[in-house]
């Protein structure tokens, strides 16, 4: 009588798994973004070539909720714009346009 083969725990493997059924390790992870997907820049969407300091409404969609600026890599706009938005964010608020610091925070 040959010996017995170990079968591997189900969902370790991915063989011994149902189609279209989680792994044991995959349950609660949320599904990764594709990588070779960029985001769209927002600005070039609105066809918006010069960025004012004037113009809040645009610059306060590049803050978080405590007044920072927010990084190209979460916006999605161009090191070139970037570059502008943030000197625009500070001329802003140099003029006391925009906070420094949001209002609950002070």
Known sequence: ???????????????????????????????????????VDPLKLRNITYVDYRDIRILERFLNDRG??????????STKYQRKIENSIKHARHLALLPFVAGGLK
């Not at 009588?1 to 279209?20: E, I, L």
């Not at 989680?22 to 990764?32: D, E, F, S």
């Not at 927010?70 to 706009?77: D, E, F, K």
């Open 68 to 77: 920072k600026i927010l990084p190209n890599r979460i916006t999605g706009v």
């Open 1 to 39: 009588m040959p010996p017995k083969k170990k079968s591997a725990p189900p969902g370790r493997d991915g063989q011994n798994q149902r189609p279209g059924q989680q792994g044991q390790y995959g349950a609660n992870q949320r599904p990764k973004r594709d990588p070779n997907k960029k985001k």
